[in-house]
């Protein structure tokens, strides 16, 4: 394998090497920028590739967020619901209470202290 030819050997040579030197090294400089284009491209290409992979766990991970959302609004109103059948009476009572019951508070607060 040659090694490349450098503009300081380039410009110490004679005249008539000097110029095909001189057309070499824009060959040479040619496929190295080749190489560089390359290989940004290729790092685009994966670039965009993990970007792509990052948004579709971002759009799977919402999705599991809504549906959990939805199942503790679900398991909230239940909560609420048997939270206010708790809160009321399940029977009202059919007889009231004893007429005597109701005179013993009475007689207590209407005599004298």
Do not use: Y
Not at 49 to 54: G, K, R, T, Y
Not at 66 to 82: C, D, N
């Amino acid at each position: 394998m040659a090694m490349p030819i450098t503009k300081n050997q380039a410009s110490s040579s004679n005249a008539g090497e000097n110029d095909t030197i001189q057309r070499l090294l824009p060959a040479e400089g040619s496929d190295e920028q080749s190489c560089l284009n390359t290989e940004v491209v290729r790092q685009q290409e994966e670039a965009e590739e993990q970007q792509s992979v990052v948004e579709e766990r971002r759009v799977e991970a919402l999705k599991m967020v809504e549906q959990w959302e939805k199942e503790l609004r679900q398991q909230l109103a239940v909560m609420r619901a048997a939270a206010n059948r708790a809160d009321r009476p399940t029977h009202l009572p059919l007889i009231p209470p004893p007429f005597g019951d109701n005179l013993l508070v009475m007689k207590s607060s209407a005599l004298p202290s």
